[in-house]
């Protein structure tokens, strides 16, 4: 009896100890690829916050309101949810033309305090949520495509496409605008908007025209981030709070205004909350990013790659 | 003379509205004046550091809630009175300013903004998973039956100050608003509150002209936060129940933050008229149309005020007149 009982016990300890290494496996991959998903919510906000000084907290709403735009137009027309982000984009775009008009116009050319700044973009944040709770109730929304419910097996490895997919093209966009930054005229100026305005007036290129189409790009960002957000799960009206946190985070902890460095912030903290959901279950999720906010505000406000001197002043 | 009036004032609203809970019969009215104090209370807690130091503070909400869940702690704990629950809320609330401010307000303004958003997300997860406090399922809170001090009997059918629990609140309520207004005024004539002034117009030259600033913010921050524990502190009583969506809402950091900005920041009768306008209109939409287009509301009047009349209702108040003479 008792020769018999002890196979079972070795098995089961080793079927453990492989499992949570399967385990921990599958947490990376799935942290890798939430961290791209994060680099692609993050990236608009690294414009807005990191180069231009904007305090856009109502960039997660506005990622709500595409994700909602795509759930409406693919559950009435069946179309693709990445398509319909990317033809909306122009129209994000124009609405951040708007949005930056206001603001240039009310806060940033008459010196107003910072805080009424704020407060508007909280308003707006508020605004958009409310208006999507009257129309859509807070009942999830979910898209429908036929590659979300396709997984992928490499081994003891599952590949979700419901995650792959928003990575691959999370990290199309932010390679894109890295390079688009980097490389064009435009991305130039919008650099050196960042660093000296006054000296690009003196060149004789407009400041504000550069802020405001930078603005309208950082906003067109969220119109295809909100697509891959409904992709990977089902959303409602007020979940767009829970990412102020992972965004504010990332694009402190990345160091204001670096793409690369928003990249690999993001990279980190969808590995955390990876392995902690995974770990010790999802309900402590929302409390990582807010705490890795908070921590690096308190310890590394200059973030990893950012320049010194940035948050204080 | 003008001081005595002043205090007259705050006398005689007391007066009336104990009268009130002996005379109006209408609970409703006791339940829509409960709210419009909270807000108010809110309102004029978030004025301390938003309005007089400007520094905007996202996470009144997670004062509030960590008010209230002190207090069912402190409950569950020693069974304490409820003097003692809402005291525990104000500290308790007071410390995680105090911490929170310590961390960030070294940084720029924006960054204190953000993370008091931050601690309203962090604090709300630890509630939800926190099962001594009832956990995401909320927790009941059983007022005592006859409660009595120094042997008279304050809530009771007959012979008792109260007629039942909501008129003892309501009256404790505007207990807390009239001490918080005289707080806030004694805070706009005092040193510290100059001090405040000199650091939301140039921080950087009221340090060179010896203000301690950080010192200040850190007093304000932690002064504000213990105001609104304590009014958290009251709000599961009155509920009866509480759980963490409503203890920290949203909602409760959108209003303490849009009412002194339609009233008006620079002194405390901005935030109070501001609860009257706001909090009004709020009680008459939800009553006539429905509570989220009460919130709409609330968002429209605060882009609306912020974008047009940077000074609030007072502001252009005070414009009206200045172009009628």
């Given at each position: 009896m008792?020769?018999g009982?002890e196979p ?5 300890l080793?079927n453990?100890s492989m499992?949570?290494?399967e385990l921990l ?15 692609a ?5 690294s414009i807005s916050?990191g ?6 907290i ?7 309101l595409?994700a909602?735009i ?6 009435h027309y069946?179309l ?13 775009f124009?609405l951040g033309l708007l949005?930056y008009?206001?603001?240039?116009e009310?806060f940033?050319?008459?010196?107003a305090e910072?805080?009424?700044?704020l407060a508007?973009f909280?308003g707006l944040m508020?605004?958009?949520?409310v208006?999507l709770?009257?129309s859509?109730g807070v009942d999830?929304?979910?898209v429908h495509?036929?590659?979300?419910d396709?997984?992928a097996?490499f081994?003891?490895?599952?590949i979700p ?10 990290i199309v ?5 890295q ?6 005229f435009?991305?130039?100026?919008m ?8 000296a ?8 504000v025209?550069?802020k405001?189409?930078?603005f309208?790009?950082s906003?067109a960002?969220?119109?295809i ?5 409904v992709i ?6 007020s979940?767009?709070r829970l990412?102020i946190?992972q965004v ?12 690369s460095g ?6 980190l903290l969808g590995l955390?909350?990876?392995l902690?959901?995974?770990?010790f ?10 705490s ?10 200059t ?11 | 003379m003008?001081i005595n ?6 006398g005689?609203?007391l007066v ?6 002996a005379y109006v ?5 006791f339940f ?12 004029l807690?978030w004025?301390i ?9 996202f996470?009144?909400?997670a004062?509030?809630?960590i008010?209230a869940?002190?207090a ?7 069974d304490?009175t ?5 005291i525990?809320g104000?500290?308790f609330a007071g ?7 310590y ?13 008091t ?9 630890l ?13 009941y809170?059983l007022?005592t039956k ?7 009997l304050?809530v009771g059918?007959?012979?008792?100050l109260?007629?039942?629990?909501k008129?003892?609140?309501?009256f404790?309520m505007?207990?807390?608003?009239l001490a918080t207004?005289?707080i806030c005024r004694?805070i706009e004539n ?5 001090g405040?002034a000199?650091?939301r117009d140039?921080e950087e030259?009221?340090e ?12 304000a921050?932690?002064?504000s936060?213990?105001i609104?524990g304590?009014?958290?502190?009251v ?6 129940f509480i759980?963490p ?6 909602d409760i950091s959108?209003n303490?933050?849009a009412m002194p900005l ?10 109070v008229?501001?609860?009257?306008i ?10 006539t ?7 709409l ?6 882009v609306?005020f912020?974008?047009?009349?940077p ?10 007149r200045?172009n009628g003479n």
């Amino acid at each position: 009896m008792l020769a018999g009982g002890e196979p079972p016990a070795n098995i089961n300890l080793w079927n453990v100890s492989m499992f949570s290494f399967e385990l921990l496996l599958n947490a990376i991959v799935i942290g890798i690829f939430l961290g791209g998903f994060y680099a692609a919510l993050s990236i608009g906000l690294s414009i807005s916050f990191g180069l231009l000084d904007i305090v856009n907290i109502a960039h997660p709403a506005f990622i709500i309101l595409g994700a909602f735009i795509c759930f409406i137009f693919n559950s009435h027309y069946g179309l693709d949810p990445i398509l319909i982000g990317i033809i909306s984009a122009p129209v994000f775009f124009l609405l951040g033309l708007l949005i930056y008009r206001i603001y240039y116009e009310r806060f940033e050319k008459i010196g107003a305090e910072p805080l009424r700044g704020l407060a508007f973009f909280f308003g707006l944040m508020f605004i958009v949520e409310v208006i999507l709770i009257m129309s859509f109730g807070v009942d999830y929304q979910m898209v429908h495509a036929d590659y979300i419910d396709y997984k992928a097996t490499f081994g003891v490895i599952d590949i979700p496409f419901r995650m792959f997919v928003p990575f691959a093209i999370a990290i199309v966009m932010v390679i894109g605008l890295q390079l688009f930054s980097s490389r064009t005229f435009f991305g130039r100026a919008m650099q050196a908007v960042a660093q000296d305005s006054l000296a690009l007036r003196l060149m004789g290129i407009n400041p504000v025209k550069i802020k405001m189409i930078a603005f309208g790009l950082s906003l067109a960002t969220c119109s295809i981030a909100g697509a891959l957000l409904v992709i990977i799960m089902p959303i409602e009206p007020s979940v767009g709070r829970l990412y102020i946190g992972q965004v504010f985070a990332i694009v402190v902890l990345g160091g204001l205004g670096s793409q690369s460095g928003t990249l690999i912030a993001a990279m980190l903290l969808g590995l955390l909350e990876s392995l902690v959901t995974t770990f010790f279950g999802p309900s402590w999720s929302p409390a990582i990013a807010f705490s890795a906010l908070i921590l690096v505000l308190a310890f590394k406000p200059t973030g990893i790659l950012g320049r010194v001197g940035d948050t204080r002043g | 003379m003008k001081i005595n009036r002043f205090y007259l004032g705050i006398g005689a609203c007391l007066v009336l509205s104990y009268l009130a809970t002996a005379y109006v019969d209408n609970q409703y009215y006791f339940f829509a004046g409960f709210a419009i104090l909270q807000l108010m209370v809110m309102a004029l807690a978030w004025n301390i550091l938003g309005g007089y130091a400007g520094y905007v503070n996202f996470g009144s909400a997670a004062f509030f809630g960590i008010g209230a869940y002190s207090a069912i702690v402190v409950l569950e704990l020693f069974d304490a009175t409820f003097f003692t629950q809402i005291i525990a809320g104000g500290c308790f609330a007071g410390l995680i300013g105090f911490a929170t401010g310590y961390l960030t307000l070294r940084l720029r303004g924006v960054y204190f903004a953000i993370a008091t958003l931050a601690l309203l997300v962090v604090a709300e997860t630890l509630i939800v998973n926190w099962d001594y406090v009832g956990g995401a399922a909320g927790a009941y809170v059983l007022p005592t039956k006859n409660p009595t001090i120094l042997g008279v009997l304050i809530v009771g059918k007959t012979e008792a100050l109260f007629g039942n629990y909501k008129e003892l609140l309501f009256f404790i309520m505007c207990m807390i608003t009239l001490a918080t207004i005289v707080i806030c005024r004694f805070i706009e004539n005092s040193k510290f509150g100059r001090g405040l002034a000199a650091l939301r117009d140039n921080e950087e030259a009221a340090e060179c002209m010896g203000v301690p600033t950080l010192k200040l913010k850190l007093i304000a921050t932690s002064l504000s936060a213990t105001i609104m524990g304590i009014t958290g502190g009251v709000f599961p009583y009155y509920m009866t129940f509480i759980d963490p969506v409503s203890a920290f809402n949203l909602d409760i950091s959108v209003n303490a933050l849009a009412m002194p900005l339609i009233g008006g920041t620079a002194t405390w009768i901005g935030p109070v008229l501001g609860a009257l306008i706001l909090g009004g209109l709020q009680q008459v939409v939800t009553v006539t149309i429905s509570s989220s287009a009460n919130l709409l509301i609330v968002g429209l009047c605060l882009v609306a005020f912020v974008i047009f009349a940077p000074n609030g209702f007072l502001g252009l108040i005070k414009k009206y007149r200045k172009n009628g003479n």
